[in-house]
């Protein structure tokens, strides 16, 4: 059973950071197809790619966040971590970890026909 498991959301302040943590346990991957990912949905908006890393270390920024998020991923951990930095109040939304094989480029996150998801965790960006 693939478990994936998100923490480390909250409330942070416009211009702050904001570390979350992703722990997967029960998947299983070639280690160069895999994908770890972190995705985002505000209510109204589309689900959003944040950051993505593949197992040979490659990664993907939105165009929203480059520049101020890191993704980095520890595999003797299972851990993938997602470092948010000079937050902005439109970076508040319910955001996702995924495990799969692939980026996931749907609309709405999450979609259980794509990978593994977890069950969010609220990042609230206000002044």
């Known amino acids: 059973v693939v478990q994936v498991v998100e923490s480390g959301g909250g409330s942070v302040q416009i211009g702050g950071s904001l570390r979350l943590s992703c722990l997967v346990s029960?998947?299983?991957?070639?280690?160069?197809?895999?994908?770890m990912g972190w995705y985002r949905q505000a209510p109204g908006s589309e689900c959003e790619l944040v950051a993505d890393?593949?197992?040979?270390?490659?990664?993907h920024y939105g165009d929203s966040v480059r520049g101020r998020v890191t993704i980095s991923q520890d595999n003797a951990k299972n851990t993938v971590l997602l470092e948010m930095n000079r937050m902005k109040s439109e970076d508040t939304a319910l955001y996702y970890c995924k495990a799969g094989n692939s980026l996931y480029v749907g609309s709405t996150c999450p979609n259980s026909d794509f990978g593994y998801w977890g069950t969010g965790t609220q990042v609230t960006v206000s002044s």
């Open positions: 029960g998947f299983t991957s070639d280690f160069y197809d895999s994908h």
């Open positions: 890393i593949s197992g040979s270390g490659i990664t």
